[in-house]
């Protein structure tokens, strides 16, 4: 089923094409002249001027249509000014434009919060840049290929949490085809990647950037650490005292073909055994968070965390799994209207694989915590 563009969304498109057409300019033409810093395809400019399904322009495009329009005559060919090269009558009119097509732009985005169809609108951010942040796999644990002198040399057999990575970055992605997003592991993490919207995937032990990031945030009521029954994992403990561990059942009969336990501790899976008996994950927690970034307050941090790994998939396809992502937004916008929040879930394992969480389900919220909540 098609759903109709909303109202709001035909206007912004509709104003966004009667200014290319006023300048009688191709949306060629546009193409080249807000490509002056960043490339802007032909048919990113179709998409936005689309009368039956709009695309919602990032706000820095909408800034370089307010400096394009500007001008009296937009010849074809012509690139971007600068905004400090324009007259005072000129900036009046940039700032009157710029106005508009913000308000439009605001608009929008009411709506979708307010009333969400179809949309992600958790990961569409506002501007860049964006950045992943997975942790590295241990040494004993990697691929051959992820040693740089093998001729197959493949980087991202050095991450961990890869299918929460590849995941997470096609949903992110998708929903913001014209911003800049890296992913890094934390070894590689610069200033520059701090001050921009953060996405940091697995827990403490492998992702020292979460472990940071977890203590200077106090504002989070949630800390995750080790524990002498778990070798692998780390659980979860809530402000309140309250623990949160993995659930593991007991195989009465082990499987011949299965390793033995000295050759999993080999592999970092020590917590499949207990003592001399082989278990079976069959629950993990995540830990899904949204705050503030404490580098840059006008950008965000988003932690998706687990125990293990399966945890920390669940948390990211609570918002990118087709099945159950429309509701779980709905929740989130009703539920934390401010935007941030945490939440701890159970995450079931079955047949080895993580079963996402449907937050309309009480069952599968663990805690809840927003700083509203703390003010009243």
Known sequence: MTVAPSPEAVRLARRLRELRESQRLTQKDLSHALSSDTRVAVATISSWESQTNPKLPPEERLRSYALLFTKAVVPAGTTLPRE????????????SLHRELIGLRDGIRQQAT???????????FE?????????????????????????????????????ALIEMWGHVRASNPELRAHHQVPSEVTADHLSGHLILLGGVAWNQVTGRLLRVLDQLPIRQMTVEDLADGEIFRSRDGREYRPLWEELKEADPDAPSKAELEAFQAQDAWMGETPRELVEDVALLARLRNPFNHSRTITICNGVYSRGVLGAVRTLTDNAVRERNEAYLANRFPGGIFGLLLRVPVINGEAITPDLEIPENRLYEWSPEEEDE
């Open 84 to 95: 400090q090269d324009l007259s005072a009558a000129e900036r009046e009119r940039f700032n």
């Open 114 to 124: 307010s009333s969400p169809v179809g949309g992600s609108y958790t990961f569409d």
């Open 127 to 163: 501007s860049g840049p964006i950045t992943l942040i997975c942790p590295e796999a241990p040494v004993d644990g990697r691929s051959p290929l992820a040693e740089e002198d093998n001729p197959n040399y493949t980087r991202l057999y050095r991450y961990a949490d890869l299918d």
